[in-house]
């Protein structure tokens, strides 16, 4: 039931950082996947680029490693890994000295896309742009890939694009965030501009909230040191939480087109009200027996960052006058999740007689795990006695909905290097849109580092601190359950 796999241009595609994690765990495990699909055509190359003395051979060795280890049940093609690795090539570099750009300049090739995926610390990228210009590497059709994090406040966001725009247009950077590659992100505006029935009851007259939740198992151990420099507002509020709460909210674009669905992102966090203190709650993860808390992983004793944060939105417009977001995410939660829950009001008035309960409709958009979506009705429960009303999940998930093909689903990396390939920018985080979102969140983090604020602590596996259950208490609300 997959749609059949239409193969990209050929490209070289550089990965600066081809050495590193992310590389090695999402970038190259993923290209392979789009090569084994047919996606990836024969005469394209991956070079890779990193200061490490590594030749070509070298190199494949760690691709083919890092495909074992991270590949999934590709791994085991062994006949197309081989294949897969003779298009790969390496250039030792250093991003801020001289050696190996004119090797690298002598690798690429006419006629074919050129691409650069800055998988590297933002700090190199204005290094890296330089001197892919001053070697006369990229060209007015090159595409730039860049990671977060994008700037750490509005003022380094700012810098960074003041700085790649020196060498690049708009059009030909692609700044990922990795959620907005996944199927049912993408679904979301399937389904919502794709079928007559949701649209029209897409507003503050039917719909009550809207809750979304990104929560992890994980702690911060093993990179606590970086994290405390960030917390959840910077590494997932101000990316991934607010694409997400764009793409619920963004008024219906004229086309699905880059620029159209990036000008109707912007509009939303430009319309976004502050937050008022009382609408946020941080919180920390506390020690569990052995298990060390979140000060203790992010070896700062006195740490007021982040590891969890819930709060209570509003959307300054027409649509969505009165009706709150409530956002949350946070680490050592009970189960990993994500989900965007939009909760329509309840019935004005219920013609069934004794039915007490209070029913409401759910549309469930799941990205992890299982992504699918998931509508709760009111149906009669079965059986006699009279008309009892019980809700039910109508269910769709992926995995079931398409059978075996839902494994053939790409993961979110993969897809989003292939639009990169295709030059289509829809899924990628325009400049102004990532300033926007950082001039709402600036002064919401001024504020709680200038009144000392305290995050509160939360046990391990739970849910995060009670007052973010008390958020939603406050207003006659309850969080959904976080069921991994
Ligand atoms: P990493 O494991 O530390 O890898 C960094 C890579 O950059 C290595 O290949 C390193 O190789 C290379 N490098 C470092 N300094 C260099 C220089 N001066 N010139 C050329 N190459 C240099 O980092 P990572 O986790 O892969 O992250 C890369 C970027 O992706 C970062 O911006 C990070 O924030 C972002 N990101 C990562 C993840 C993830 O899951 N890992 C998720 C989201 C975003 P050499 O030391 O050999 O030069």
């Known amino acids: 039931m997959v749609s059949r796999v239409i193969p990209v241009e050929a490209f070289d595609l550089v990965i600066f950082g081809g050495t590193g994690d992310l590389a090695r765990r999402k970038i190259l495990p993923g290209?392979?996947?789009?090569?084994?699909?047919?996606?990836?055509?024969?005469?394209?190359?991956?070079?890779?680029?990193?200061?490490?003395?590594?030749?070509a051979a070298g190199f494949r060795t760690l691709v083919a490693e890092a495909i074992a280890e991270f590949g999934g049940k590709e791994a085991k093609e062994t006949a197309a890994i081989a294949k897969f690795l003779e298009r790969l090539d390496y250039v030792s570099i250093d991003a801020t000295g001289d050696g190996g750009w004119t090797q690298m300049h002598d690798l690429m090739r006419d006629g074919v896309v050129r691409a650069f995926y800055f998988s590297v610390a933002p700090s190199l990228f204005g290094a890296i742009a330089e001197r892919l210009h001053g070697y006369n590497i990229a060209n007015d059709q090159s595409r730039i890939v860049v990671e977060k994090p994008f700037g750490?406040?509005?003022?380094?966001?700012?810098?960074?694009?003041?700085?790649?725009a020196q060498h690049f247009n708009e059009t030909q950077i692609y700044r990922i965030d990795h959620y907005l590659g996944k199927e049912t992100v993408q679904n979301l505006m399937?389904?919502?501009?794709?079928?007559?029935?949701?649209?029209?009851?897409?507003?503050?007259?039917?719909?009550?909230?809207?809750?979304?939740?990104?929560?992890?198992?994980?702690g911060v151990g093993g990179r606590g040191a970086y994290y405390d420099k960030s917390g959840a507002m910077r590494d997932m509020v101000q990316n991934h939480l607010m694409q997400l709460l764009c793409l619920i909210a963004?008024?219906?674009?004229?086309?699905?087109?880059?620029?159209?669905?990036?000008?109707?992102?912007?509009?939303?966090?430009?319309?976004?009200?502050?937050?008022?203190?009382?609408?946020?709650?941080?919180?920390?993860?506390?020690?569990?027996?052995?298990?060390?808390?979140y000060r203790e992983d992010a070896e700062n004793p006195r740490s007021f960052t982040e590891s969890f944060i819930a709060l209570k939105c509003h959307i300054n417009n027409w649509r969505w006058s009165g009706v709150?977001?409530?956002?949350?995410?946070?680490?050592?939660?009970?189960?990993?999740?994500?989900?965007?829950?939009?909760?329509?009001?309840?019935?004005?008035?219920?013609?069934?007689?004794?039915?007490?309960?209070?029913h409401r409709n759910i549309l469930a958009i799941r990205l992890q795990p299982n992504e699918g979506i998931d509508l709760q009705v009111t149906i009669k429960e079965p059986g006699p006695g009279g008309m009892r009303l019980i809700d039910v999940p109508l269910d769709m998930s992926f995995a079931d909905a398409l059978g075996p093909d839902a494994e053939e689903v790409p993961d979110a990396y993969e897809r989003l290097i292939m639009d990169v390939i295709r030059g289509n920018q829809t899924l990628f985080m325009r400049g102004d849109e990532v300033e926007a979102a950082w001039a709402w969140t600036d002064p919401l983090i001024r504020d709680w580092e200038r009144r000392n604020d305290v995050p509160k602590l939360y046990d391990q596996g739970s849910t995060g601190p009670d007052d973010a259950l008390m958020l939603m208490h406050r207003d006659g609300r309850r969080w959904r359950d976080i069921k991994g």
């Open 31 to 55: 290209l392979f996947r789009r090569f084994l699909s047919g996606q990836m055509t024969d005469d394209s190359r991956i070079i890779g680029a990193a200061r490490a003395d590594l030749d």
């Open 324 to 358: 709150p977001f409530y956002l949350r995410t946070g680490k050592k939660m009970k189960s990993r999740a994500s989900e965007i829950a939009v909760v329509y009001k309840d019935l004005g008035h219920s013609i069934f007689e004794g039915d007490e309960a209070r």
């Open 190 to 218: 399937a389904v919502r501009f794709g079928n007559v029935l949701f649209e029209p009851l897409w507003n503050n007259h039917y719909i009550d909230h809207i809750q979304i939740t990104v929560a992890e198992t994980v």
């Open 152 to 164: 750490r406040d509005l003022e380094t966001a700012r810098a960074l694009n003041a700085t790649l």
């Open 250 to 293: 963004m008024e219906p674009p004229n086309m699905f087109e880059a620029d159209a669905v990036r000008d109707e992102k912007l509009k939303v966090i430009r319309a976004l009200q502050r937050v008022d203190h009382h609408h946020i709650v941080r919180g920390q993860y506390d020690r569990d027996g052995d298990k060390q808390s």
